[in-house]
């Protein structure tokens, strides 16, 4: 079998050192034990090599024989046999024990995955399978669908923001990392459950996203697949919340989910469209972050932004009108609901290093700033927002000067929900 060049041991001193034992052990333990050591030429003082994962193996198979291979060989006469018999079973029980320690040592934290058919296989950082999970689903998605989405927040290739849909990271401050694993479908049905699950595969919890909603005097379908999940530590505490984005199949609604690292619901807000990104900032200086998400608002067909307390999620996005009213719902909890001048929903949301707060538009791909109090400060244009702005110029669509008259405008624009109607000062 080929292995990686790091993985090679050339000689008795780096064999002696990886596994822990001297010389005269392992020369033991190879002659009467058959510990895979190599030669590169005939004879037992001729150049050793061996390989790190077949010595792994050979110490997780025979480890009772490693043991009883260190172990003294009593001379007649010298001792009683129970003394020596005795001495020989502690012996052999301590070597055991650390032969135990050694083989788990290498059996390292989950790392990466490997997905196979329905089963998640679960693999340290020497891409080992220490675990697997089988989610049961035979159209689930492929390997290469959730390596996009892992390890972190990412721009695909419309410029848009991705959540991972797999993670692995220590959520509830054990130093062990947990694999937090959603089921995405080829299909987009029969997907929208969310597992946290140990190394060995096992399952710690689980949450089913969405429910059937009824909005109007029509109903939605239980019929959602989670578009990404966040891990923020949003309460000091050294344990992750995990902030999950779902969205129905087919209809506008969405759901945000907050879960804690046991998960626990811990809070819920229903928007009527898509969100798209979210971040934890503590943009009023308070000591405390809160969460961002930016998406849009289907009623108004415009973005929307919506900061919380972490602590305080509840109920939906404010609708005028009845067609968009979920009567189950109860008022939302949100501190701020914003809408943006445009038409057309965010593609990302970015904290700057200095406080200030940027998004960018899908379509126009203008950029806006906003300061703590979420009021644009600011309206930029970028190359492909000047490239567009050109196309219409040359078409005759637009006068001269237009676009760029219009930008300083676009700051006095947005509308902020008071709790009973829009207004044009940030609440």
């Known amino acids: 079998m080929d292995y990686p060049s790091e993985s090679k041991l050339s000689s008795w001193k780096e064999i002696t050192k990886y596994l822990g034992y001297s010389e005269r052990t392992c020369r033991r333990l190879e002659k009467e034990s058959g510990l895979p050591v190599y030669r590169l030429e ?21 480890g009772s024989k490693a043991a009883l291979a260190e172990a003294p060989i009593a001379k007649k006469g010298a001792v009683g046999k129970t003394a020596w018999y005795f001495a020989g079973a502690i012996l052999v029980l301590i070597l055991g024990f650390g032969v135990i320690l050694r083989a788990t040592s290498h059996d390292a934290k989950a790392a990466d995955f490997r997905i196979d058919g329905s089963v998640l296989r679960i693999l340290n950082k020497e891409k080992k399978e220490i675990g697997r999970f089988d989610s049961g689903l035979p159209g689930l998605e492929k390997e290469e669908f959730y390596r996009e989405r892992f390890p972190v927040r990412t721009l695909n290739e419309e410029n848009i923001i991705k959540w991972p849909i797999i993670l692995i990271a220590d959520i509830n401050n054990d130093e062990e990392p947990e694999v937090i694993f959603s089921t995405q479908t080829r299909s987009g049905y029969g997907e929208g459950r969310l597992y946290c699950l140990d190394k060995r595969g096992n399952k710690l919890w689980e949450f089913a996203a969405g429910r059937r ?114 009567r189950d719902l109860e008022a939302g909890t949100e501190l701020v609901h914003m809408l943006f001048p445009e038409r057309e929903s965010m593609r990302w949301i970015n904290i700057m290093a200095d406080g200030r707060i940027k998004t960018m538009t899908i379509h126009s791909c203008l950029h806006f700033e906003l300061d703590p109090a979420l009021a644009i400060a600011a309206v930029k244009t970028t190359a492909v927002y000047q490239q567009k702005y050109g196309q219409l110029l040359r078409e005759g669509r637009l006068g001269a000067g237009a676009g760029d008259r219009e930008l300083p405008s676009l700051k006095d624009k947005a509308l902020y929900w008071s709790g009973k109607k829009w207004t044009a000062t940030p609440q």
């Open 213 to 326: 909603r009824v909005y109007g005097t029509g109903a939605i379908s239980a019929d959602f697949m989670i578009e990404g999940i966040g891990a923020f530590d949003m309460n000091g505490d050294g344990s992750l919340e995990i902030c999950v984005i779902s969205a129905h199949v087919d209809d506008p609604p969405t759901q945000l989910a907050v879960l804690d690292a046991a998960g626990s619901v811990i809070g819920e807000y229903w928007n009527y469209g898509r969100l798209i990104d979210m971040a934890s900032a503590d943009i009023n200086s308070d000591g405390r972050p809160e969460l961002l998400v930016v998406g849009t608002n289907n009623e108004y067909g415009k973005a929307c932004l919506i900061a919380f307390d972490p602590g305080h999620i509840r109920g939906g996005s404010p609708q005028m009108d009845e067609r968009y009213i979920c």
């Open 42 to 62: 005939g004879g037992s003082s001729s150049r050793v090599f061996a390989y790190k994962p077949e010595l792994d193996a050979w110490f997780r198979q025979s």
